[in-house]
């Protein structure tokens, strides 16, 4: 798609994108996150290997971004062949004053939460929509077919709403890379990210949910400000 035909948004997902491409060094392993705004790093990471030689290896989160990168002619690593992830590159749905994000619209969040936590440092890429003062939801949340109902029940009795996420063709549950099904949880308010996410991930069936709220101390947000990237953290 030529640039004139993106739309403003796209444009600001482009910035953000390319300037995050700028942090990659020769050498680096790197976390490569899903969705179309870290879409654009990996085109520009493909412009870098082939006009300055940058050698990288990439670990991809989904596989879209798998399958992504393998068209761009980006090497690839599983997380059994690393120590370590030098920089992980992702996006994110909401992200909040002090970092904390809600990640997962694309139904990649259990392996972008472990890419995350494998890795020294994270960039998150985004529009200027994406951030908010308090995180408001929904809560996207991967959890284990069997235990759909009980897990309706918890949620329930948490107060919300939920909704088990369907195809685009509403003709069944959309079914992550692990063969699990998505809710999208709604609580009534977030007040503290940190023990919502916590209380989430406690009950038996969830694999885990969208907040990401513990990796703030090795975050760096890039917004895709019309006036230029604005560097957060
Ligand atoms: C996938 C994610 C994505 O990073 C998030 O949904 C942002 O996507 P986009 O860059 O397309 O807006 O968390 O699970």
Known sequence: MSNTELSLQDKAKQRAGFKAAEYISNGMIVGLGTGSTVAFTMARLKERISAERL?????????????????????LVGLEQV???DITIDGADQIDSELRLIKGRGAAHVRERIIADAS????????????????????PIEIVPFSLPHVLNRLNQMGGTIQVR???KKDGPVISDNGNIILDYQPITILDPMQLETVINMIP????????????HKT????GEENGPRIIG
């Open 83 to 85: 120590q370590t992830i």
């Open 205 to 216: 069936g969830v694999v885990c949910c969208g907040i990401f709220a513990e990796f703030t």
């Open 166 to 168: 369907e195809g685009v």
């Open 55 to 75: 050698s990288i290896y990439g670990v991809p989160t989904s596989l879209q971004t798998m399958m992504r990168t393998g068209a761009l002619g980006i090497p």
């Open 120 to 139: 020294k440092r994270i960039i998150i890429v985004a529009d200027p929509s994406k951030l908010c003062a308090d995180l408001t939801g929904p809560i």
């Open 220 to 223: 760096t947000v890039i917004i």
